[in-house]
Structure formats: C-alpha cells, structure tokens
C-alpha cells in the first residue's frame, strides 16, 4: 500500500486504471546490441522488461526450484560452459538420463524452433515448461511440488520485492506462468557477440582473425564444404531467426552419424523429427545446432556422441560416420536419409587445422564472466 501512496496524483490515478500502481512501472527493454545488429523477436505477451529480466535470473540459478531442491535451470546450462554441462547427454534431478546432450543458450533469444528436433515448440515460454514439468525424462520434477515450491518462494528474500517489481499491483504474481515468463526474459538477455568472429565480420576490426581463421572461414563459407548451408546466420544455424527475417521452414538434417544395421535407422532412443512426424524421410534429422562458442561445449550432437571439434570434422570429412562395432553399427555414410551437402570432402591437415582455428574464433569469452549473467546468490 505505502507505494501506492507515494505516487504522483496523475501517474497515479491512471496506473490505477490499470490496478498497477508504483512508483516505477517496468518499462519494456530493448537490448542494446553492438554493431547495429538486429534484436531478436520477442513475444507481444512477454514484453521484456529490466524486472522480469533481474528475477528470471534469481530464478535460473535457484534449485528450490526443482521438485527435490537438487537441481536449477544452471545445474545444466552452466554459464562457464557458454550454458551447456559438459555431459554426454543431461541428467535429471533424481538421476534420470535424457536421451540428449544439452544446448548452449547463447543468443538462444534467435534461436526458432527450439529443442534439438521439434518444429512445434517456437518459443523460450513453451520451451521452460519441459524441464520444470517434464516426466519423461524428469529434469527438475517440478510436478506435484507445484504447491511447495511456491510456498518456499513467497517467504524467500529477495523474491517478494522482485515479483512486485515485475509485476507491480498484482494480486497474488507467485505463480508458475510468471515464473516461465521471468525465466524466459532472463534467458533472452544470455547474448553474445563479442567472438574475434564478430569484431571482424561486423565489427570490421579487419586484424581480428588470424590468416589460418581466415582461411577457415572462407571454407566453412565455401560451396565445396557446404557448412554455411545449415549453419548459417548470426548463430550459425539455419534456425537464426530474427526481427528482419524468418527462420527457414526446413531446418532439420540427417548427417550421417547412424545407419543401424545399414537400414538407415537411428539408435531407437532418439530418431529426431522422425519421432515427431513419423515419416520415415524424417529419420535422423536434427536441427543444426549453434555453433557460437563451439570450442567450450563439447562433447558434441544431439547425443553427445562425439568427443572433440576435430572428431566432428574427420565426420564430416568422410561424409558421414561409420560405425564398424558395437550396437549401433552402420555405415552412417550411405544413410538413404542423409543431406545432399554432407558428402566425402578433401580436406588436408591445414584445411582441418584451419577449420579449428576457425570454430574457435567463435568464442566469446566475455559471456563468461559477465556480471549480469552470473549466478545472484553468490552475492547475497
Ligand atoms: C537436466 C538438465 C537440464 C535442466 C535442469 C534444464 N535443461 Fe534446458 N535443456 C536440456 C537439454 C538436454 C535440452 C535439449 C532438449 C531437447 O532437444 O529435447 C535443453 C534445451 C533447452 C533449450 C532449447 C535450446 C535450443 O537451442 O533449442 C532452452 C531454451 C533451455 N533448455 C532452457 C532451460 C531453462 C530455462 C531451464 C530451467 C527452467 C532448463 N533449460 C533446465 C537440459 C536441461
Ligand atoms: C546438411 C546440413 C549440415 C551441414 C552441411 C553441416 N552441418 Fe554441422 N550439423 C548439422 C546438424 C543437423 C548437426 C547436429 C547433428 C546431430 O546431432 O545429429 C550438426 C552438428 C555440428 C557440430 C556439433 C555442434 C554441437 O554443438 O553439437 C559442429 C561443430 C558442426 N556441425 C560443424 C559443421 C561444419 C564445420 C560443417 C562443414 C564441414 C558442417 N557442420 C556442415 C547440420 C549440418
């Protein structure tokens, strides 16, 4: 009550109207980028706001969140990993195993559709609803503790003034559609684009990449490689969307990693957009995850199958993966349901070499330890 007494008759009487009286209503934020880039596309019913943005933050690195307090959104996007967890695949609050490997969430904000092969779920607010809620695999085991964990999140300093501030006259704001939609403004402000990649290519530092990442670049670039087709746009991901373009309506791809028994089957646990359409074209295909700050989010793909950037490239080298043992044995390289542009390359050793420079000019190691991105409670 007492902000509500100490606002200015106007202001007041029409933030009445709105029964959102404070002395400071959240203001909708644009992000200030670097380079005239363009801002990514924000859903009209989530505008961002500097408030939703501070308590998203609280939120992501908060494990009362989880049904057995063991577990926050960062226990799996750790921002020192450029927010993956250096993990094969991801494992649940209570030990479950996903059948996948953890994405970055660097400029995650461009990034439609989201997940590793579902062209359904378009946006951050649909997207968080899965880890908090999920039961196949549990990750947070938010369900049935729905209750509890409000609870312990009313009484929790700071959290009664930042829901207030977020959402200023609400009656009751600790709810989980505004906890989604705090989160998701905290995940929209995880930007990055400060690489050697981007002081050169938009910021015209000229001097920024080396010759050897140079010549990485004009190969990744190149129609022989064919890397930009699928890795294009500002996340290097045909998926990079943003206010000035739309993302392509096609951005899933086989590559070539399985080819069970040569049938052109994937490992049953995870057959990508197969799963979702059940058309047998769709067997193997995966979107083509980001590649900033590659170098820091190993192991790689969409089951962490592969060790290392230069395990990725001899792959990709080939044309493919061939599985000579083991339960998943195939040749990968005849897989009927593979890419046209993922085909044997000549690469020599400087060609690799470059390429590797290349990935790693990608990096942007200020994201790392930025103060508006790290975890809230160490300083409290
Ligand atoms: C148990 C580990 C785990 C936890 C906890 C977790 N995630 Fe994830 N996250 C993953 C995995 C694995 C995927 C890939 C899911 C898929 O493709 O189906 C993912 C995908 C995502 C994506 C999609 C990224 C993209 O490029 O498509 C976003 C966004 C995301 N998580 C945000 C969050 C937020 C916010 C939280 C907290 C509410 C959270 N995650 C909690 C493991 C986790
Ligand atoms: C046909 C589209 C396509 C082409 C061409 C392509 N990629 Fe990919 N890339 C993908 C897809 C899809 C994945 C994920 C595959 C999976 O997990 O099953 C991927 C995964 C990767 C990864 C692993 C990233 C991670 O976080 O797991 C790297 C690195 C990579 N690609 C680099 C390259 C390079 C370098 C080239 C050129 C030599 C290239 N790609 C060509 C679609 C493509």
Redo the contacts with the bound molecule.
């Keep these: 009550m007492s902000k509500r007494l100490s606002c200015k008759a106007l202001s007041c009487l029409l933030f009445l109207i709105n029964a959102a009286c404070s002395d400071k209503p959240p203001q909708k934020m644009s992000i200030l980028l670097p380079f005239d880039l363009p801002q990514a596309v924000i859903p009209q019913d989530n505008p961002l706001t500097k408030e939703k943005v501070r308590l998203g933050r609280y939120l992501?690195y908060d494990k009362r969140?989880?049904g057995n307090g063991s577990?926050?959104?960062a226990?799996?996007?750790q921002p020192a990993l450029a927010f993956t967890?250096g993990k094969r695949?991801?494992?649940?609050?209570t030990g479950e195993l996903?059948s996948?490997?953890?994405?970055?969430?660097v400029n995650?904000a461009y990034?439609h559709?989201?997940?590793?092969?579902?062209p359904l779920i378009q946006e951050?607010e649909q997207?968080?609803l899965?880890?908090?809620f999920s039961d196949t695999p549990v990750?947070?085991g938010v369900s049935e503790h729905e209750h509890t964990i409000l609870e312990a999140l009313r009484t929790q300093e700071p959290y009664p003034a930042l829901f207030e501030a977020a959402w200023p006259g609400q009656e009751d704001a600790f709810d989980f559609n505004n906890i989604v939609m705090a989160?998701?403004s905290f995940?929209r402000s995880i930007l990055s684009f400060n690489s050697d990649f981007d002081l050169y290519a938009y910021g015209a530092q000229d001097t920024a990449l080396s010759d050897s990442q140079l010549r990485g670049l004009n190969l990744f670039m190149s129609e022989k490689l064919e890397c930009h087709h699928c890795h294009g746009g500002i996340n290097f991901s045909q998926s990079s969307t943003h206010a000035l373009n739309n993302a392509s309506d096609k951005p899933f791809h086989n590559t070539g990693l399985y080819n069970l028994h040569n049938t052109g089957d994937y490992p049953e646990v995870d057959r990508g957009l197969f799963d979702v359409t059940g058309l047998q074209e769709d067997m193997g295909k995966f979107?083509a995850?980001?590649l900033r700050n590659v170098a820091l989010t190993a192991p790689y793909m969409?089951d962490g199958s592969v060790d290392s950037l230069r395990e990725v490239l001899d792959i990709y080298a080939a044309g493919g993966r061939d599985m000579r043992a083991g339960v998943y044995a195939g040749d990968g390289r005849l897989n009927p349901h593979k890419s046209v542009f993922v085909r044997p390359l000549q690469l020599s050793e400087t060609d690799i070499e470059d390429l590797l420079q290349f990935l790693h000019a990608l990096t942007d190691k200020s994201i790392l330890m930025n103060e508006n991105l790290g975890d809230p409670w160490l300083n409290n």
């Design positions: 992501f969140l989880s577990m926050s959104c226990s799996c996007h967890d695949v991801a494992v649940g609050s996903h996948r490997n953890t994405p970055t969430l995650v990034m559709p989201l997940t590793w092969s579902s951050l997207q968080i899965i880890p908090l990750e947070m989160i998701a995940v979107k995850p980001s969409h």
